[in-house]
C-alpha cells in the first residue's frame, strides 16, 4: 500500500491543501476536494502532529481518515496530553522504578562479556537457545512456587486474559515442552524476570532481573544429566574467575519425600535428621551406607545409591573436590522433586587457622520430575533438571572488583579512526570509511567537516580505538594512506588497495 501524504502549511501555501489517505482505499479519488482537507496549518508541537498522524492507524475498512477541522482543535488536543497541575509537575521525581537500574554503556560492557562466557559454555554442552514470552497466563504460574507464590507481579486484565509476568524461566520451560509434546530437550535460555521482593541493590537482589538458565529435559540413566549440570557450573564460575567457591547439594524436604511418597516409615525419616547437620563429600555418603539403620531401608539405600553414583561421575569429570553434600540445604520452590544444588562463594580468610566464609550464592538448581505433567493435560511427566546462573550477583562482584583495581573499561570495540589534518576532506573520508566497513572493519569518524587533527588523536586515546587512518592532499596525490599506531604513535605510509590486509594483519597480531 503506498501513502500519499500532503501538507498544507500557512508557511508554505503553494503547497496546497492537505490529504491523508492510502491510494487503495476505493472510495477515496485522491482528489483533495472530495477528500479530508484541512484548512491552512502553522508549524504544530510534535504531539499535535501525534494526533493527526495516529489518525493513519486507521484499520483499511475505513472509508477515509476522519477529517479534522481546525487547527484549533488539534491544537486542543495536544494541549490535552501535556497540561497538568503546577504542584503535579514541581512533585515529580526522575527516577527508576524500586528494584530496577539502568546500565551505563561501561556496565553494559561487563554485562555482555558475562553472558557470553555463559552462553558459550552452555553452547558448548549442546544446548539449543529458546526464548518465552515475558508474561504468561496466571494459571500457569499458580501454585508452582510454593510461599514465594505471593512475590509473582500480576497484570490487569487485558483482552478476557489474567496475566502474570514470569517469576523465572524453569516453569515457562516446562509450559513449553508440554505444550508442544516435547519428550527430549537440552536448553537454555537468556531473559528476564521480575519478583515483587524487597530489593538488596548491594547483594544484587533486584525485582527485574537477569537468568541464565540451562536444563536437560528426556528420561535417561540416573544422574548422568546431574552430573553435567554440576560440571557446567564449575566450568562457569571457574572462567568468571571470580575466586573459590563450594557447590553444595540436598535433597529436599527428605521427610516428607521419603514417608509420603516412598514409603519410609517416619521413625526412620527421623532419625535421618541425625545427618541432616552433616556435610562433606563422598566419604560421607560412604559413611551412610555403613549405617546399620539405613542400610536396612530398600529406598534409602536406591537414593544412597544414586548419590554414589553422581560422585563417581563428578570424579570422572574432574570436579568431586568442589562438591559438598549437605542435608540442610533447602530451597522454596514447590516443583524440586529430588537432589538440588547451589553454589557459594567463599571469602579468602584473613588469617590461616580461619576456614573460608561463605559471602554469597551464585547458582543454583536441580531436579523436577513433575513440573512438566502439572501442564500436560493427561499427567505425562518429562524429567527435567537443569541450572541457573545468578547473573546479577556475579555482576555486583566483577564490577567491585574492577572498581577496587581502577579498571578501565572500552565502551566500543572501535579498531580503526579515519581522521585528517586538512578543511574540506570529508568526501575523502566517507568514501575510505566506507572501504574499511565494507571490508568488515569496526571504524569510526568525526561528525564534522573540518576537525582539528589534534582532537581526533585525542578521541582515539581517551576511547582505546587502536588504529588512525590519515588522509590528507599529500596522501591523496601519492595514492597512500597513513596508518598510525595510537599506542607507540608511530605512523608509515600504505598503499590504498593494501590497506585493508595491512590493517586486519595488525588486528589479528593484537
Not at 509434546?181 to 537454555?188: L, T
Request: charged share 25%.
Amino acid at each position: 500500500m503506498v501513502l500519499r501524504l500532503r501538507l498544507y502549511s500557512a508557511l508554505y501555501p503553494s503547497w496546497g491543501p492537505i490529504c491523508l489517505f492510502p491510494r487503495s482505499f476505493a472510495s477515496c479519488s485522491g482528489n483533495p476536494a472530495s477528500c479530508c482537507t484541512m484548512p491552512q496549518l502553522g508549524l504544530l508541537h510534535g504531539r499535535a502532529w501525534a494526533v493527526l498522524f495516529g489518525q493513519l492507524r486507521r484499520p483499511p475498512g475505513a472509508v477515509c481518515i476522519r477529517a479534522v477541522h481546525s487547527h484549533s482543535q488539534v491544537a486542543e488536543a495536544a494541549l490535552a496530553t501535556q497540561l497538568k497541575p503546577h504542584q503535579e509537575k514541581s512533585n515529580f521525581i526522575i527516577k527508576t522504578p524500586k528494584g530496577t537500574r539502568d546500565l551505563s554503556p561501561e556496565q553494559m560492557v561487563v554485562r555482555e562479556k558475562i553472558l557470553d562466557m555463559v552462553v558459550s559454555c552452555f553452547k558448548r554442552h549442546g544446548a539449543k537457545g529458546l526464548d518465552t514470552p515475558a508474561f504468561e497466563l496466571k494459571e500457569m504460574l499458580t501454585e508452582k512456587y510454593g510461599e514465594d507464590s505471593g512475590l509473582v507481579y500480576d497484570l490487569k486484565d487485558q483482552g478476557g486474559e489474567l496475566l502474570s509476568l514470569r517469576y523465572d524461566l524453569t516453569v515457562p520451560f516446562a509450559r513449553y515442552l508440554a505444550m508442544n509434546k516435547v519428550k527430549k530437550m537440552k536448553r537454555y535460555h537468556v531473559g528476564k524476570v521480575w519478583r515483587r521482593e524487597s530489593p538488596t541493590i548491594a547483594q544484587g537482589r533486584y525485582r527485574e532481573f537477569c537468568q541464565c538458565d540451562f536444563d536437560i529435559a528426556g528420561q535417561f540413566d540416573p544422574m548422568i544429566p546431574d552430573a553435567e549440570c554440576l560440571k557446567i557450573m564449575c566450568e562457569i564460575l571457574s572462567g568468571l574467575q571470580l575466586g573459590d567457591f563450594l557447590i553444595k547439594m540436598s535433597w529436599k524436604d527428605v521427610r516428607h519425600e521419603m514417608v509420603a511418597k516412598k514409603g519410609l516409615a517416619a521413625e526412620v525419616a527421623d532419625r535421618i535428621w541425625d545427618y541432616v547437620q552433616c556435610h562433606g563429600g563422598v566419604s560421607l555418603v560412604q559413611q551412610m551406607f555403613q549405617d546399620p539403620r539405613l542400610s536396612q531401608n530398600k529406598q534409602a539405600l536406591e537414593g544412597l545409591g544414586d548419590l554414589k553414583l553422581l560422585f563417581e561421575y563428578l570424579t570422572l569429570f574432574g570436579i568431586a573436590e568442589k562438591i559438598s553434600f549437605d542435608l540442610s540445604l533447602a530451597r522454596g520452590l514447590d516443583y524440586y522433586t529430588g537432589v538440588i544444588y547451589e553454589a557459594v562463594l567463599l571469602q579468602t580468610p584473613a588469617h590461616a587457622e580461619e576456614e573460608p566464609r561463605n559471602v554469597g550464592s551464585v547458582a543454583a538448581g536441580g531436579r523436577y520430575d513433575g513440573l512438566v505433567g502439572m501442564f500436560d493435560p493427561k499427567g505425562h511427566n518429562v524429567p527435567c533438571v537443569g541450572l541457573s546462573i545468578g547473573v546479577e550477583r556475579i555482576f555486583s562482584i566483577v564490577e567491585q572488583r574492577m572498581k577496587t583495581f581502577g579498571e578501565k573499561i572500552r565502551t566500543t570495540e572501535t579498531q580503526v579512526f579515519v581522521a585528517t589534518p586538512q578543511k574540506n576532506f570529508l568526501q575523502e573520508r566517507l568514501k575510505l570509511i566506507a572501504e574499511l566497513w565494507d571490508a568488515g572493519i569496526k571504524a569510526e569518524l568525526m561528525y564534522k567537516n573540518n576537525p582539528k587533527l589534534l582532537t581526533q588523536l585525542h578521541y582515539c586515546e581517551n576511547t582505546g580505538i587502536p588504529l588512525v587512518v590519515i588522509i590528507g592532499e599529500q596522501e591523496l596525490k601519492e595514492g597512500v594512506i597513513k596508518l598510525r599506531s595510537v599506542a607507540n604513535r608511530e605512523e608509515v605510509a600504505i598503499t590504498r588497495e593494501n590497506l585493508v590486509a595491512e590493517i586486519q594483519k595488525r588486528l589479528s597480531e593484537s
